[in-house]
């Protein structure tokens, strides 16, 4: 950006380059490869042309695809961020959030048990676009302590029964404050605000995520293991862009 235009008071954005990027539960999938870890996906996508750059970005990075579902019915969501420098100038999204339903989810409802079988670990990223409906919750957590693995789950919206029997949840406090329906005011509250998560969704841990105030974690006694809490602290650095902050944490955590 390097004027203003004549037409209306805003930027005019010169258009130099572009490119595709993995993006929400992509990005999850993206980290945990990036940390030498063998990922599989389970998700929709349109039957359009983003749908197949999607999948072959997947390919690219080496994340397996045999879960990917192809829903006629909606576009593959899209995110354009348009940017200046490291400035965010505008988002774009395309995108249907209504929920999975029809064909598409019980395709994705069959898949899921298969797809854990030789899993580690589940990951549910939740963006709030559809693709997790109690059914998938449901079948995919008990699928995963049926295994004995766990189950972590990035969150949406305020209620967070819908994750009960999950192993951990990984909310920034702006999330856990909604899923509470009260704030967190000062670091000595969050104790109490994650053993509420923890009782809500009977879990076995809370993870809240605190920008510059950094992590902070409770787990419940399990077995040989003691209760168990701390806080993370952050190094300062100069941030211009958070996209994907909370994708790396559950990434690192699943690791």
Do not use: C
Not at 51 to 57: E, I
Not at 145 to 163: H, M, Q, T
């Amino acid at each position: 950006v390097t004027r203003i235009s004549p037409e209306a008071p805003i930027p005019v954005l010169a258009v130099r380059s572009s490119e595709l990027r993995l993006g929400g539960a992509g990005n999850v999938a993206a980290n945990l490869v990036a940390m030498d870890a063998a990922v599989e996906v389970v998700g929709i996508v349109g039957d359009d042309a983003h749908g197949r750059d999607l999948r072959q970005l997947f390919e690219e990075s080496g994340i397996g695809t045999d879960g990917v579902v192809v829903d006629g019915s909606r576009p593959t969501i899209e995110k354009t961020r348009m940017m200046s420098g490291v400035q965010q100038m505008l988002r774009v999204d395309w995108e249907d959030v209504r929920p999975l339903d029809g064909a598409a989810h019980e395709a994705a409802l069959s898949i899921i048990p298969g797809m854990l079988e030789d899993a580690d670990a589940v990951v549910l990223s939740d963006y709030g676009k559809g693709m997790l409906t109690e059914e998938i919750l449901e079948t995919t957590i008990a699928a995963g302590r049926a295994r004995g693995i766990p189950v972590l789950v990035d969150p949406k919206g305020s209620d967070f029964s819908r994750y009960r029997g999950a192993t951990l949840v990984t909310p920034n406090r702006k999330e856990a404050e909604l899923a509470l329906g009260r704030r967190i005011e000062t670091l000595e509250d969050l104790p109490a605000a994650a053993d509420e998560l923890m009782r809500v969704a009977e879990l076995d841990m809370a993870l809240i995520t605190l920008s510059a105030d950094g992590i902070y974690f409770r787990a419940k006694a399990s077995g040989d293991q003691p209760e168990a809490e701390g806080r993370i602290p952050t190094l300062a650095r100069a941030v211009f862009d958070v996209t994907g902050a909370g994708d790396t944490v559950v990434a690192h955590r699943s690791e």
